[in-house]
């Protein structure tokens, strides 16, 4: 079946500690998002990848960093920068001109 | 810097109204709106809008959007419980970019 994957479901850092967020698709889709969501808010868009090799930061993206080597793969890094890391943060993709698709996202806490 | 604002932010209703949700929108160069449902994790698809005053529809759910006003609306008659939920308008914008905005979203809540 295709779709996205998000890995972990729920993770848990101390303060202080990078943390990196899986995101995988088999859509064959150019483009990845990364966005977090507060609880009961939108989503506010951190990092998006129209292409391998290439990314562009979106409205959110201090203390964030993302990779594109693999068409397929658009993993998160939190790091030790961004001050309220704890959210919800939900990767998708797409192709030109079509919805969104999104993966089951992926609850982070840091204490 | 590009901004989508959805109102009201919260909706309490009883089942069986109608519901009318905005969103409006100021964007470089728009290309299309598209409206989300999010009821546990992973919001899923309801409409994409591109061009002007033609009403998408699909069961008890309609959308349409105006340029002119840079706004869309979301319609859901006769509401049932399982409509409770956050719903989302992302716009998309940009030259050549697949760039995607979100609003703040709307919660939904129907009572039974």
């Known amino acids: 079946d295709g779709g996205i994957t998000q890995s972990p479901k729920y993770l848990f850092r101390k303060e202080g500690q990078n943390v990196t967020l899986s995101c995988e698709q088999n859509l064959n889709h150019d483009a990845m998002y990364w966005y977090r969501q507060d609880p009961g808010q939108g989503l506010r868009l951190i990092y998006y990848s129209q292409i391998v090799n290439d990314f562009q930061k979106g409205d959110i993206a201090e203390g964030y960093s993302v990779s594109r080597e693999k068409k397929e793969s658009f993993p998160l890094t939190v790091t030790s920068a961004q001050k309220n890391p704890t959210a919800f943060y939900l990767c998708?993709?797409?192709?030109?001109?079509?919805?969104?698709?999104f993966g089951n996202g992926t609850r982070l806490t840091v204490t | 810097e590009d901004k989508v604002v959805q109102s009201p932010l919260s909706l309490v209703v009883h089942e069986g109204d109608t519901v009318t949700l905005n969103c409006s929108y100021e964007v470089t160069n728009f290309r299309s709106l598209l409206w989300y449902k999010q009821e546990k994790k992973a919001p899923t698809f309801l409409f994409m809008l591109t061009s002007s005053g033609i009403e998408k529809k699909s069961g008890r759910l309609s959308s349409i959007l105006d340029k002119k006003e840079l706004s869309s609306i979301l319609n859901i008659t006769a509401t049932q419980t399982g409509d409770s939920a956050i719903y989302l308008c992302a716009v998309e914008a940009g030259l050549g970019a697949q760039k995607l905005v979100f609003g703040q979203g709307t919660r939904l809540t129907i009572n039974p």
């Open positions: 998708a993709s797409r192709q030109s001109n079509s919805p969104l698709h």
